[in-house]
């Protein structure tokens, strides 16, 4: 199987530099920034918080035909660039092949179905954070498992994942898996806010104060709508909130049983107010302020979060502190 991954940006370096050091054939067609960078650096140097570390030798092209070759075409841009993504994709994708979105929000997949008509068109979700750093180092700072939609094409790519030290399953319907992501997701932007590791925003009830309100708000409105999300933690979402609203020691006690997390963690919206680039609120907490007005009702929490976010873009990150962000939500 040869895989390609259409967007070389952090989660698609680092998930194809996986597989390509166990031995996979993948072909990443990426910015010409980020291949330069690789370039200049010998390699992409991937890094996790258990400590694997290798530095993997890796060609990213900019020509998208290079894809035409390959047999599953894993789709890793940012949510706002999937339509164009899709065009391009029309023109080189072989019919034969499986395109497979691995980017955050609920909607990417369906987007990516509408350019490519015979092709066929899964979702998958990433659960862990990949944090892009100078000298073309791509360090993967959470844990969990890979998801993808199951078919014939996903079954082979997860075992190859699998082989490449990446934990990966698939599942028949992945609806609520994307949903229960896209709740536990709520936190990027407060991260983004806060400007401060992810241990370190969790470490401080007062911004996990923020992300309760967040989450609980997003669900309340996410069930209304039909919909029974799937956390990809081992707590259910009640005693999750319950933690993340209580003290520091009783958290510290609860968060064993959530996905690990290194110290140098931090969200790829934060990464994006640092580097100016345009942020994916929109496909996270802006999809529940756009579904809770389909629903005719409101998301005050989040609709707030997205207009502090949209503020911050094309500057760097607010550095908000757990008090000020309660107050410009409302909680206080």
Excluded at 64 to 91: G, W
Excluded at 118 to 129: H, R
Excluded at 140 to 159: D, K
Aim: proline fraction near 5%; charged fraction near 25%; aromatic fraction near 4%.
């Amino acid at each position: 199987m040869i895989v390609g991954i259409f967007g070389a940006g952090a989660i698609g370096v680092y998930v194809g530099g996986r597989l390509a050091a166990s031995g996979a054939r993948v072909v990443l067609v990426g910015r010409p920034s980020v291949a330069d960078e690789i370039a200049r650096a010998g390699g992409a140097r991937l890094t996790d918080y258990r400590g694997f570390e290798q530095t993997v030798a890796l060609e990213v092209r900019t020509d998208a035909s290079e894809l035409a070759k390959c047999d599953v075409v894993i789709v890793t841009v940012k949510s706002a660039d999937t339509v164009a993504a899709a065009e391009t994709l029309a023109k080189v994708v072989a019919p034969e092949s499986t395109v497979v979105s691995l980017q955050n929000g609920v909607r990417n997949a369906s987007a990516l179905r509408e350019k490519l008509a015979g092709v066929k068109v899964l979702p998958a979700m990433v659960p862990f954070n990949v944090l892009r750093q100078e000298g073309a180092r791509f360090h993967q700072g959470t844990g969990g498992a890979l998801a993808f939609e199951r078919s014939t094409a996903t079954e082979e790519l997860a075992r190859a994942c699998r082989d490449a030290g990446l934990e990966a399953d698939t599942h028949e319907d992945l609806a609520p898996i994307q949903w229960g992501k896209l709740l536990v997701n709520l936190n990027n932007a407060i991260n983004a806010l806060a400007g401060v590791p992810i241990q370190a925003m969790l470490a401080d009830r007062g911004y996990r104060r923020v992300v309760a309100a967040c989450v609980e708000e997003a669900d309340a409105i996410v069930r209304r709508a039909g919909m029974r999300p799937k956390l990809p933690i081992k707590v259910p979402l009640p005693v999750m909130l319950a933690a993340l609203r209580a003290p520091d020691w009783v958290f510290a006690i609860a968060a064993r049983a959530m996905p690990p997390i290194d110290p140098l963690a931090r969200s790829s919206m934060w990464d994006d107010l640092e580097r100016g680039r345009r942020t994916e609120i929109q496909a996270l907490n802006g999809e529940v302020v756009a579904l809770a007005r389909r629903l005719a009702t409101t998301a005050p929490v989040n609709a707030a979060i997205v207009s502090l976010i949209e503020r911050a873009e094309g500057s760097r990150s607010p550095k908000m502190s757990a008090n000020e962000l309660a107050r410009a939500v409302g909680l206080e």
